[in-house]
C-alpha cells in the first residue's frame, strides 16, 4: 500500500513538470527575456530580439526532429536472398 502511494505521488509530481505553455505564456516569457536584454517594448530591437527567440526555437524543433537514428545513416534496401539446398 506504501509504495503504490508513492508511484503514485511519484507520477503526479512528474506529470505536474510537463506542462506546455501557451502561445500567450511563451509571448509574455519572450518579452520578460528581451526586456531583460534592456530592450524597450516597441522599438525595432526588441522586436528583432522576439523574433530571434522565436527562430531558435523553431532551429530546436528541427533540430531535434532530423536528430533521428535513422536520419543519421543511409539506408539500404536488398531484395532477400533466398538459398535452397
Same mark, same amino acid.
Given at each position: 500500500?506504501?509504495?503504490? +502511494?508513492?508511484?503514485?505521488? @511519484?507520477? +503526479? *509530481? +512528474?506529470?505536474?513538470?510537463?506542462? @506546455?505553455?501557451?502561445?500567450?505564456?511563451?509571448?509574455?516569457? %519572450?518579452?520578460? @527575456?528581451?526586456? =531583460?536584454?534592456?530592450?524597450?517594448?516597441?522599438? %525595432?530591437?526588441?522586436? =528583432?530580439?522576439?523574433?530571434?527567440?522565436d +527562430?531558435d526555437?523553431?532551429?530546436?524543433?528541427?533540430?531535434?526532429?532530423?536528430? %533521428?537514428?535513422?536520419? %543519421?545513416?543511409?539506408?539500404?534496401?536488398?531484395p532477400? *536472398?533466398? *538459398?535452397r539446398?
Amino acid at each position: 500500500m506504501r509504495a503504490s +502511494l508513492i508511484v503514485a505521488m @511519484t507520477v +503526479l *509530481v +512528474l506529470a505536474a513538470g510537463c506542462k @506546455t505553455m501557451t502561445p500567450q505564456e511563451r509571448r509574455a516569457a %519572450d518579452e520578460a @527575456t528581451c526586456k =531583460s536584454y534592456g530592450f524597450r517594448k516597441g522599438s %525595432d530591437a526588441f522586436a =528583432s530580439c522576439l523574433l530571434q527567440l522565436d +527562430l531558435d526555437r523553431r532551429a530546436t524543433r528541427r533540430a531535434a526532429l532530423y536528430s %533521428d537514428p535513422f536520419y %543519421d545513416q543511409p539506408w539500404v534496401i536488398y531484395p532477400p *536472398v533466398v *538459398v535452397r539446398p
